[in-house]
């Protein structure tokens, strides 16, 4: 468990425990211009979801939302494609 996971092709999830300075429990999406490469095996990483967990336990049922989310082909699609941030928020909202 380093400081990321790579949820999904294109989707990486950096994040801090508390005893690495988290506060408080919060995501937040980052939507890249350009493809960052985490690993030799992704093909580039475009959208990041950010997650701070102020313990051990408060994130699962985001999580485990979150993770139904991306298992949706048409719906990582979209995400993928975004253009701004209104387009993230809808798509994740219809969704």
């Known amino acids: 468990n380093g ?4 949820l999904a092709p294109g989707v990486a ?9 988290a506060l408080k429990t919060g995501m937040s999406l980052t939507l890249l ?18 997650l701070s967990a102020a313990d051990s336990d408060s994130h699962i049922g985001a999580i485990q939302a979150l993770s139904e989310l991306l298992c949706e082909e048409d719906v990582l699609a979209a995400l993928l494609a975004a253009k701004s941030e209104k387009e993230l928020a809808d798509i994740i909202a219809r969704a």
């Open 3 to 6: 400081p990321y996971y790579i």
């Open 13 to 21: 999830m950096p994040h801090a425990r508390p005893e690495c300075g």
């Open 33 to 50: 211009r350009q493809d960052v490469q985490f690993t030799d095996e992704d093909n580039g990483i475009k959208l990041l979801i950010g």
